[in-house]
């Protein structure tokens, strides 16, 4: 039975009014149709939320296209269209952008049936793009509406699962899978902290998986390695037994038989940067054992052995207490800080262990019990959260919340100054403090009054849970205090905020009081003396450098400044000079237009890294910052170089900040 509302009678009277009222938008002048909009869209929610109302709208895709329903909207260029975007659309609270998106996938599934040739995408092009967003929202053509999409959208939520249903039966579960499977490691070769999003994709693979009607084809075979990442990494819980019967049977194993157990999770751990339940199960089970299997469980080099050695009594209380089966995916970054060897920094293990005796204040607590759950408790919550952050600078993620700053923050800390970062946790956690200096004065977290960010941020680790709050407010406090300044404050606030490494010196190409592009030619050829191999004497870049960009969306259009981090300089493996960055936006891979696509792999990115060629990175760079006792001498730049890198700005962000 339909999960829509029985209307099978009135959909051909409901298809009628949509008839005409498409008429009317299309008879109306370019300055009419948005009173005639209104109707169409209303007509189209009544007949989406009845039987065969896909198929029907679907039938009737060229006509609303051309009629001007997609008028003055992204959706008017599908070939821009991103398909990771299409979840936030079809979960909207607002109607008319569920109907926008519903309506503009089934044109496109339309335009990929040959049913419909449009101007502006292929048949290949438009098939592609359903296959990716069936892939990303997968989940609801298995799901029912959850409480709070009910609350939300009402009988709205029931229309892109119907969609969804729609879309397979034409497009086929096998595209669907070999798309979400290739998404899924697109996202795992960035190494994010946060996982929970992908266990979740992976779990619907699984579900499908076991349903013998539904054929998924080659796709398979990708499909479960990933499951058995998380299921059934090794023969001992191929079947998925429970972690109760699973320690059973480890009781039972000999020493030829747990080293093959610790071989086969420390294999699929650091292929995929997914750490299966078990293998908390695993690693606590080993603590009875040596040091040897501990470290064949982590899956260390030699570098980690020694570090394990050297601190085994440091890294077995930290096993014990932050590793549990909710907590699993900590042991990633265990394995790494140890492989990091910033153990051996004399600050490092002290903090450590005072982070292990730290006693939390009933605020932090109560936030971390509100956001993970009460077990494991808040403490081993935190902890676990402090190791992988620890063992993953690059893997931190502002999740959905204007804290770019305050995530780039913690990165830097982890990748450059893990002790800093450790006592910045320590004093959030328990003293629900933050204290930091700009310009000799003292400013806390508990007296400055609002941040960027105007809610609590909810979907972050649990160290990013505790400690942004606290950073989000000062950092608005150091743009209060800057107000009346001329220029960017980011001149000031960065090198203050971020830590002494941060270059004194300050470029910028927009001028602050117009909006307008400034002194380009000069902007592009410092960027070049200070940071281009060929250009500085070959000087690698020492200290991460906080920079902003101008970032554009797919068509080149300005979205807005961004905080990103430079991490380093250097040739790719095709001799083409790359700049490699760290961007805290949790998806780094995106198409900012004009050619300009950001790589996360394949050009010798290391994981959490993004790249771009030089001149197309400089072409949407808009600050840095340098050592203004460097002799500061402008780059000789190739004319024909700089001419490019600057088209490139004509063409995207800068197109309209032309001085007159």
């Known amino acids: 039975m339909s999960p829509l509302g029985s209307g099978g009678a009135s959909l051909d009277r409901h298809l009628a009014t949509l008839d005409d009222a498409t008429q009317s938008l299309a008879a109306a002048s370019p300055f009419g149709k948005q009173v005639k909009l209104s109707r169409v869209l209303g007509a189209l929610r009544r007949v989406l939320l009845l039987p065969g109302g896909c198929a029907a709208v679907r039938a009737r895709a060229a006509q609303l296209d051309s009629a001007g329903l997609f008028l003055g909207t992204d959706w008017a260029r599908p070939q821009i269209l991103i398909p990771s975007l299409s979840g936030g659309s079809l979960r909207s609270a607002n109607a008319d952008t569920v109907v926008l998106e519903t309506v503009s996938d089934l044109r496109l599934l339309a335009v990929a049936k040959g049913e419909y040739v449009h101007a502006l995408v292929s048949a290949e092009q438009a098939f592609h793009h359903l296959s990716q967003v069936l892939a990303i929202n997968l989940s609801l053509l298995f799901t029912p509406p959850t409480e709070a999409e009910r609350a939300q959208q009402g009988r709205m939520a029931q229309v892109p699962r119907e969609l969804m249903r729609h879309l397979v039966e034409e497009v086929g579960y096998e595209k669907v899978l070999e798309n979400l499977v290739d998404e899924i490691w697109r996202i795992l070769r960035q190494r994010p902290i946060q996982v929970d999003s992908v266990k979740q994709m992976i779990t619907q ?45 480890l009781e039972t ?49 030699s570098t980690g052995r020694e570090c394990l050695l050297c601190y085994h009594e440091l890294v077995r209380r930290l096993i014990y207490e932050a590793v549990h089966v909710e907590t699993a995916q900590c042991i990633y970054g265990l394995a790494l800080l140890l492989e990091r060897g910033i153990l051996y920094q004399p600050p490092v293990a002290p903090a450590l262990w005072r982070q292990l005796a730290l006693q939390l204040s009933p605020h932090a607590t109560e936030r971390l019990t509100q956001v993970f759950g009460p077990a494991p408790d808040a403490r081993a919550r935190l902890l676990a959260g402090m190791l992988s952050i620890l063992g993953q600078p ?64 909810m979907d ?53 009081a117009t909006g307008n592009l400034t002194d380009l030619d000069e902007f592009l050829r410092h960027f070049y003396a200070s940071y281009h191999p060929f250009y500085n004497k070959n000087q690698p870049l020492i200290h991460p450098q906080p920079a902003g960009v101008a970032v554009t969306d ?75 006792l460097e002799p500061g001498e402008l780059a000789s730049v190739d004319r024909d170089e700089l001419d490019s890198v600057i088209g490139y700005v004509h063409r995207s962000w800068g197109a309209d900040r032309l001085p007159a």
């Not at 990933?226 to 059973?248: M, N, Q």
Request: glycine residues 10%; contains cysteine; aromatic residues 10%.
């Open 554 to 628: 797919s068509a080149a259009r300005f979205v807005g400044w961004h905080a990103i981090t430079i991490l380093r300089v250097a040739l790719d493996p095709q001799d083409r000079m790359r700049v490699y960055f760290y961007n805290p936006n949790n998806d780094s891979g995106q198409d900012w237009g004009d050619g300009v696509v950001v790589g996360t792999a394949g050009h010798a990115e290391r994981f959490g890294e993004a790249s771009l060629p030089f001149e197309q990175f400089a072409s949407r760079l808009y600050i840095f910052h340098f050592d203004p």
């Open 394 to 457: 690059l893997g931190v993620g502002q999740g959905d919340n204007p804290t770019c700053q305050s995530a780039r923050a913690l990165s830097m800390w982890s990748y450059n100054d893990p002790d800093y970062l450790l006592q910045t946790l320590a004093w959030a956690a328990r003293d629900d403090e933050v204290v930091m200096h700009f310009e000799g004065e003292s400013i806390s977290s508990r007296d400055s009054v609002s941040g960027v960010a105007t809610e609590l941020p």
């Open 253 to 301: 194993m000999d020493d030829s038989a747990l080293q093959y157990e610790t071989a086969g999770f420390a294999r699929s751990m650091h292929d995929t940067g997914l750490v299966s339940p078990y293998h908390a199960v695993l690693l606590r089970f080993l603590l009875g054992k040596g040091e040897y299997h501990l470290a064949e469980a982590l899956g260390l080099s």
């Open 460 to 512: 972050l680790d649990p160290v990013s849970v505790l400690i942004v709050p606290h950073l989000d407010r000062i950092y608005a406090e150091m743009g209060r205090r800057c107000v009346g300044r001329d220029g960017d404050p980011h001149r000031w606030i960065n090198p203050e905020f971020h830590g002494w490494w941060s270059g004194r010196g300050f470029r910028i190409n927009v001028d602050v």
């Open 205 to 249: 693979i699984a579900v499908a998986r076991s349903n013998p009607d539904i054929d998924l084809g080659a796709g398979a075979l990708g499909a479960d390695r990933l499951i058995s990442s998380i299921y059934g990494t090794t023969d001992a819980c191929r079947e998925d037994p429970g972690v109760e019967v699973y320690r059973t049977r």
